[in-house]
């Protein structure tokens, strides 16, 4: 009696679990086959106030999109599918400051905006127009307060050396960002 009890329970176990995994999907979810298209990315144009920009989201599109899958990656300028696009802001938001002291930033998040262009080589139809975006948080290293209790002024490249660093994570998010739109468009 219990074994029947048994398997009647890991019967129902089985069909909950396999139902519950009915969504997913094994490989693109875009209908194409996998690397049956390829795409071509090209440098975007960079009209926010920070230099780089440009190479590092390039750079970050590419390995995002090789390593999805969905798309070959033309490095020839023969892809089916050309993506442009525009840096347009490049933003600092404080979101925490240092305890004690509701003057001194101690984290912020960056974000980046880019209007991306997709459109086929063949006709020209374009399969994405979208502005996405980009975000990474950023900690500026923690000051301690001088013998006398005051606080040392801020090092003047450390801002700055603490945000190029993060340049790669900002632009790896922004590509997986675009690569999402790209791949799940619904053209």
């Not at 086959?33 to 106030?49: D, H, I, T």
């Not at 993506?83 to 509701?102: I, K």
Request: glycine residues 10%.
């Amino acid at each position: 009696m219990n074994t029947r009890r048994f398997l009647r329970l890991g019967g129902c176990g089985a069909a909950i679990l396999l139902a519950g995994c009915a969504g997913y999907q094994l490989g693109p979810t875009s209908g194409i086959g996998a690397r049956s298209r390829s795409v071509q990315v090209n440098f975007f144009r960079n009209e926010a106030p920070e230099p780089r920009l440009s190479e590092a989201v390039a750079q970050a599109l590419r390995k995002q999109l090789q390593q999805e899958g969905t798309y070959a990656l033309a490095t020839r300028n023969d892809g089916d599918i050309i993506v442009n696009g525009t840096l347009l802001t490049y933003e600092r938001t404080p979101v925490a400051y240092q305890p004690g002291d509701v003057t001194t930033v101690r984290d912020y998040e960056i974000t980046l905006r880019a209007h991306v262009i997709a459109q086929e080589r063949a006709t020209g139809r374009v399969v994405l127009d979208e502005k996405v975006r980009g975000r990474a948080t950023v900690r500026i290293g923690a000051r301690s307060p001088l013998p006398d209790g005051e606080m040392p002024p801020a090092l003047a490249g450390d801002e700055a050396s603490i945000e190029r660093q993060a340049l790669p994570v900002l632009a790896a998010d922004l590509a997986r960002n675009i690569t999402a739109r790209l791949v799940d468009g619904a053209w």
